[in-house]
T-cell receptor, first 114, second 116 residues
Framework: NAGVTQTPKFQVLKTGQSMTLQCAQDMNHEYMSWYRQDPGMGLRLIHYSVGAGITDQGEVPNGYNVSRSTTEDFPLRLLSAAPSQTSVYFC?????????????FGEGSRLTVL | AQSVAQPEDQVNVAEGNPLTVKCTYSVSGNPYLFWYVQYPNRGLQFLLK??????LVKGSYGFEAEFNKSQTSFHLKKPSALVSDSALYFCAVRKISSGSARQLTFGSGTQLTVLP
């Protein structure tokens, strides 16, 4: 049972480059989300999705794009990377109909933008 | 809007002593409250949650948390700390009526260090 899988685990980009962080879950969860973790700031919600074809912005969406074409996958795209996007990114999922909002997290993707 | 405060960035405790990690929250309406733990270079792991009912909630690894509605607090506790409990702990809140959004708001985290 893989749970939530994120790739890559590490990535170094130059300013202006674009890339996609991949997230896949095998728990048939309707809800998926992306957070970024920065020292002293906890986790901040970037984008989330309540089901295939539905996405919405979180607290810090600027510079990021998402899509949800399937229940399993929720990629996060950085359109033009900036040093301020250096962070650790976490994908998380939960069931809308089962449980009470408990999130299941991936292992994280550490991104450095030079 | 909902928010979470973890007033201590760092908590140090001797092995075998009781530990407390503090959390206060602000939300309109009734909350769901959660504690997560993060070990170095790992994702967050669920520890316990308060939904309704008994104010004392028991979770994984011997941890428990006490919900206090009047003080809007949800402090994490353990009677006897282990060195292996050393990690980063996050408190999170969600409004019960937030429906399908499932948006959790996290605190800034508290680094717990248990000294041998």
């Amino acid at each position: 049972n893989a749970g939530v899988t994120q790739t890559p685990k590490f990535q170094v980009l130059k300013t202006g480059q674009s890339m996609t962080l991949q997230c896949a879950q095998d728990m048939n969860h309707e809800y998926m989300s992306w957070y970024r973790q920065d020292p002293g700031m906890g986790l901040r919600l970037i984008h989330y999705s309540v089901g295939a074809g539905i996405t919405d912005q979180g607290e810090v969406p600027n510079g990021y794009n998402v899509s949800r074409s399937t229940t399993e996958d929720f990629p996060l795209r950085l359109l033009s990377a900036a040093p301020s996007q250096t962070s650790v990114y976490f994908c998380a999922s939960s069931s809308r109909t089962r449980g009470t909002g408990e999130l299941f997290f991936g292992e994280g993707s550490r991104l450095t933008v030079l | 809007a909902q928010s979470v405060a973890q007033p201590e960035d760092q908590v140090n405790v001797a092995e075998g002593n009781p530990l407390t990690v503090k959390c206060t929250y602000s939300v309109s309406g009734n909350p769901y409250l959660f504690w997560y733990v993060q070990y170095p270079n790992r994702g967050l792991q669920f520890l316990l949650k308060y939904i309704t009912g008994d104010n004392l909630v028991k979770g994984s690894y011997g941890f428990e948390a006490e919900f206090n509605k009047s003080q809007t607090s949800f402090h994490l506790k353990k009677p006897s700390a282990l060195v292996s409990d050393s990690a980063l702990y996050f408190c999170a809140v969600r409004k019960i009526s937030s429906g399908s959004a499932r948006q959790l708001t996290f605190g800034s985290g508290t680094q717990l260090t248990v000294l041998p």
